[in-house]
């Protein structure tokens, strides 16, 4: 190896990443400069074709630890990624490609990260795609590995320990975690609040561990060559300094998160003997080094091809790359009175057999949420993905399930515990990926569970989730239409659904599912329009043709996807939404009187109960919401 080279590699990176932080005046310094050195090393393991970032075979690079962004925009300009100088000096402005922390509007970033220890869990995620991906289309043809820079902060997250959990439970040896352990936190020193024996902690989930210099270019190519042979998940600890080679900032906490200064930048330059006056320099044999990804890269994935003619199965492929729902049989559930998870179990065994990509599981509620797939096996062998109680873990997962290329996932959980992956939620809706929520038990009609297990809010907030669709149906075959236009949709999509068996509705007067909201009902005397959606749209209906027989006429509207709705014109909302409108769900659902006069939903927590007196507890029966109808 020769160090000197390697040294003005990692320089360089170190001071691209200065530099940028400097000029936006905003960033994280300390990291990217502790790593430079791991990821200089790691640029000669790495796989991958910068002129083709979506070549199926290529390693994945991900940063848990994404205020490191710097770091990663350089290393991908000096790669050749499709990421300029002036990209690189554009850090963190408004609409740039270098934006503060990783996200995949960026070539070369692989999946949004920030939100520390999610990283992690996509990692795992990637590795376990890339073990299906193994199954399907065979080891010859998907055979890579999965890096991932993670720190203290990443491991101390709830989610490092549920994902992990999971790593050395299936035994991925594609997956290398590099650790860089500087032992600083933003207030001080880690031990402040963090001394567990991490090489311990692993070992107990089955990883093989390791512990290097993380500044000593041989014993961190040494570490990356044991761990490529591993036979189980990696974990290497690397020792770091913070910020290594700025001068008194070099092992402080304060270099995590402010610029590091011109004068130390400029003494720091000079020192490694690099021109102090020059910013963002870049000299002909590190450019060199680097861009040779490129050519190794287009190499690599031209051997790929050819296995890849001479396998059989490059059809296969096709049809995962670009699955076709337009040929999907899905279950006719016309005139079936059905609990919503029930008709949405069907739908999944229905997808999961006509789509090769189509996998997923529940977070060790399969027999409850209905989203157990019969006779399909359990992973890696099989498409049912055991989750274990690790609802945060495994939306994360699946996230890098949807960002692997060839999959369409799904999670599943109780909508009550939507609320330990939520986070992970947001991400995908930052990324606009294909990643399919179930969340079933979806309203007081939990019953005897009680207030703990009985959602309230939630509905709201995922509803106030930008590029994120929510439908909560009010039967199969509401059901079966907002899957087509999930399937369709480029966005994450949730379907909320009824422990309870809920009637069988009639055809639709006017719009559709597609629509947002339809008419039930209609009268042209009108003075009401009750809009509901999920198990109170049935509810809605009986209490219209109670009304009626009193000569008070209400349209009924259902809406199973209140974001849908939302986008429609002015002229066809007003042509759903006659008279005084008054919305109606089981939850606490401000976000109706956008469109409603009047909201009747519920203002505390839940009651433990029978499912039906809970609902008459809180006013969902005919007689008391006949009556609010006639206060009003």
């Not at 000197?4 to 990443?17: E, H, V």
């Not at 040779?292 to 059989?312: C, H, R, T």
């Not at 059905?338 to 509620?365: C, K, M, P, Q, Y």
């Not at 409850?368 to 099989?382: A, I, Q, R």
Request: proline letters at 3%; hydrophobic letters at 40%; aromatic letters at 10%.
């Amino acid at each position: 190896m020769n160090k000197l080279m390697l040294a003005k590699q990692a320089n360089t990176l170190r001071f691209l990443s200065a530099d940028m932080v400097q000029k936006a005046n905003s960033g994280h310094p300390g990291a990217p400069l502790g790593m430079a050195d791991i990821l200089t090393v790691l640029s000669y393991h790495l796989s991958h074709n910068p002129k083709n970032p979506t070549w199926l075979n290529r390693d994945r690079l991900i940063f848990s630890g994404g205020h490191a962004s710097a770091l990663l925009y350089s290393f991908l300009h000096l790669s050749g990624y499709d990421l300029s100088l002036d990209d690189l000096k554009n850090f963190r402005q408004l609409h740039s490609k270098t934006p503060g922390h990783p996200e995949i509007s960026t070539t070369g970033v692989e999946i949004a990260t920030g939100p520390l220890g999610q990283g992690v869990a996509n990692a795992v995620g990637f590795a376990m795609a890339a073990k299906k991906a193994a199954k399907i289309l065979g080891e010859d043809l998907i055979n890579h590995k999965i890096y991932c820079l993670c720190g203290d902060g990443d491991l101390q997250e709830g989610i490092s320990y549920e994902a992990c959990s999971m790593a050395g439970l299936h035994k991925l040896d594609n997956l290398i975690l590099i650790y860089d352990s500087n032992e600083i936190s933003i207030e001080g020193d880690v031990a402040l609040a963090f001394n567990e024996n991490v090489k311990e902690r692993f070992r107990a989930q089955h990883f093989e561990v390791l512990e290097i210099d993380g500044h000593n270019f041989e014993e961190i190519d040494v570490a990356l060559k044991t761990a490529k042979a591993s036979k189980k998940p990696c974990l290497i600890i690397a020792h770091t300094k913070i910020a290594k080679g700025a001068g008194e900032l070099e092992g402080s906490h304060k270099s995590h998160g402010a610029p590091l200064g011109e004068e130390v930048i400029k003494k720091a330059k000079k020192e490694a003997g690099f021109d102090e006056n020059l910013s963002f320099e870049i000299s002909e044999d590190v450019k060199i080094r680097f861009e040779s990804a490129v050519e190794l890269g287009d190499l690599e994935e031209a051997k790929w091809k050819s296995v890849l003619e001479k396998s059989g199965k490059k059809e296969l492929l096709e049809r995962l790359l670009k699955p076709d729902f337009s040929k999907i049989n899905f279950p006719d559930f016309k005139g079936k009175d059905l609990a919503t998870r029930d008709s949405n179990g069907e739908i999944l065994n229905v997808l999961a057999a006509s789509l090769e990509g189509f996998l997923g599981g529940s977070a060790d509620l399969g027999p409850s949420n209905k989203t157990e797939l019969h006779k399909m096996g359990d992973f890696v062998e099989g498409k049912n993905i055991h989750f274990g109680i690790r609802e945060h873990a495994m939306a994360a997962i699946n996230n890098a399930f949807a960002r692997y290329g060839i999959f369409l996932p799904f999670s599943a959980t109780f909508f009550i515990f939507s609320e330990y992956l939520k986070p992970a939620a947001r991400i995908a809706a930052l990324m606009k990926i294909k990643h399919f929520f179930i969340f079933t038990h979806d309203s007081i009609g939990v019953g005897e569970d009680g207030p703990t297990h009985q959602p309230i809010e939630q509905l709201s907030t995922f509803r106030a989730m930008p590029n994120f669709l929510t439908f909560r149906v009010a039967d199969g075959v509401e059901n079966v239409k907002a899957w087509q236009i999930a399937l369709e949709a480029e966005v994450p999509c949730a379907f909320v659904l009824s422990r309870q068996k809920l009637k069988a509705l009639s055809e639709p007067i006017f719009g559709d599912v597609k629509n947002g909201a339809y008419l039930l009902k209609e009268n042209e005397n009108a003075k009401f329009t009750l809009l509901a959606s999920g198990s109170e749209v049935s509810l809605c209906l009986e209490v219209a043709n109670e009304l009626e027989k009193q000569g008070v006429f209400c349209n009924v509207v259902s809406m199973p996807c209140f974001e849908l709705f939302e986008k429609q014109d002015k002229a066809y909302q007003e042509r759903l939404l006659k008279g005084k409108v008054i919305g109606i769900e089981a939850a606490h659902s401000n976000e109706l009187y956008k469109f409603c006069d009047e909201v009747y939903g519920i203002e505390s927590f839940g009651e433990s109960g029978k499912d039906k007196d809970v609902f008459e507890y809180f006013g969902f029966s005919i007689s008391k919401l006949l009556n609010f109808i006639l206060k009003n």
